[in-house]
């Protein structure tokens, strides 16, 4: 049986006795990528949590926070099916009781560039959540997707240096059936939007197939790919797992962000690289 909470005391009584929590946050309008993060997470506590909250502080002016969807009841239906233990269904006045910021998490360089350069407060405001997300469910594990890599980087970092005494683990993105990673704000594509969006997953293996060759030849059939959709992408980057310099001959990420008709979406791929010699 699956438990809706919404107060802080009613997630303290529910938790009450769980011995190892692992934990999957999301804002909701849950797809299959979410369910996958739940199947991940289910085995490794004794309790599965999950907490739906859009977030404000996480969305910039002008960007879709009033918009963005919410699905409530297909979502508690979706946890009772992947067997959620708790659901943790905060208002905004909950989380942010004294008000929308005084103190906050600041991710330091690395939320600066991608994502960050292009939405300058984004990740501030979810490691600000989370953290407190994190005080409030207390999880051993918590489980995020690769999908958004360069957020699973900063709260893995996060809980490192703030010592948060929780295990930050990644899970593969989930894709539909042309390889478009799946997002909540694939609803808002156009069909013929849609159809082009699958180049982006197309870049991203025809640069894994070009990697033997090295980083000039990853960027450039990613770059051709994108060109032929007539996408002009926001990024397109490689880097090392920790979002420094990648290194020829070594595990590397290729990360990708373009708009494609009104949403702005994103995407990656780890990738081996090659000397290119
Ligand atoms: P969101 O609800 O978009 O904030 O996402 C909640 C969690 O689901 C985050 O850890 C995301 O990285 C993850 N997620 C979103 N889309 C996917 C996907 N297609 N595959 C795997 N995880 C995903």
């Keep these: 049986m699956t438990r809706i909470v919404q107060s802080r005391a009613e997630l303290r009584a529910a938790l009450d006795g769980r011995a190892k929590v692992a934990f999957v946050p999301t804002m909701g309008a849950l797809h299959a990528g979410h369910v996958s993060l739940l199947e991940t997470a289910r085995p490794l506590g004794d309790a599965l949590v999950a907490s739906i909250f859009v977030n404000p502080t996480q969305f910039g002016e002008g960007e879709d926070f009033e918009d963005y969807p919410r699905t409530l009841e297909a979502d508690l239906a979706q946890c009772e099916a992947a067997g959620v233990d708790i659901v943790f269904c905060p208002t905004v006045e909950t989380v942010y009781p004294t008000g929308l910021g005084d103190i906050t998490v600041q991710p330091g360089r690395l939320g600066s560039i991608l994502e960050g350069a292009a939405r300058p407060t984004h990740f501030a405001g979810v490691l600000t959540v989370v953290a407190k997300l994190f005080g409030l469910v207390r999880p051993a594990v918590a ?9 699973l980087v900063l709260i893995r970092q996060m809980a490192a240096e703030l010592c948060l005494d929780v295990e930050v683990l990644g899970s593969p993105t989930a894709r539909e059936g042309d390889g478009l990673a799946m997002s909540s704000r694939n609803v808002y594509l156009t069909p013929e939007d849609r159809a082009r969006a699958a180049a982006l997953p197309q870049a991203l293996r025809a640069a894994v197939e070009a990697s033997p060759r090295g980083a000039e030849a990853v960027l450039e059939s990613a770059q051709r790919v994108l060109a032929e959709a007539g996408i002009d992408p926001d990024y397109l980057v490689l880097a090392d797992r920790d979002l420094g310099p990648a290194t020829p001959g070594d595990e590397a990420r ?7 008709g009104r949403p702005r979406l994103i995407d990656n791929t780890a990738l081996h690289l090659g000397t290119g010699s």
């Design 254 to 260: 290729l990360l990708v962000a373009a708009r494609i």
């Design 143 to 151: 489980v995020f997707g690769e999908k958004d890599y360069q957020q």
